[in-house]
């Protein structure tokens, strides 16, 4: 695992969205796992998925139909169509425009609160965001 993070050349763009967020040392330790290791057992009972939860996988394979279509280069992905994107399912959905970015941010990262969620999807690249919603449907 740390020989893993050692030869991550996207150390550094990772450092700078943790730092955004992070208000002690050990929010940086312990924030930066969800970059090598999917989440395990989601806990989708949570204050901020509550008012939809009838509908968190109807909408995550609704979000997992449109990640499957970006190009395989993050690099390419564009931020606005991205989040135009993302609020479409949810409004596809009666939800209020931020409700699939956070079944996305919970499915990719265990967590309800993340960096940037269209900067990390970047850095952890189409395969594994696709992976890990994937996963959360199962």
Do not use: H
């Amino acid at each position: 695992f740390s020989k893993e993070i050692i030869l991550d050349r996207l150390i550094p763009k990772k450092l700078i969205l943790l730092r955004e967020r992070a208000e002690t040392l050990m929010d940086i330790y312990n924030q930066p796992m969800f970059f090598y290791r999917a989440p395990q057992n989601i806990n989708w009972e949570i204050e901020q998925v509550a008012n939809y939860s009838s509908k968190i996988k109807e909408m995550a394979i609704a979000i997992l139909k449109y990640l499957e279509s970006l190009s395989e280069n993050p690099l390419e992905w564009d931020n606005k169509i991205w989040a135009d994107a993302l609020k479409k399912v949810s409004a596809d959905f009666g939800c209020k425009p931020g409700d699939s970015f956070m079944i996305l941010r919970i499915a990719i990262t265990g967590e309800p609160f993340s960096p940037p969620l269209f900067e990390v999807t970047q850095l952890l690249g189409k395969e594994e965001i696709v992976k890990r919603l994937k996963l959360c449907l199962q």
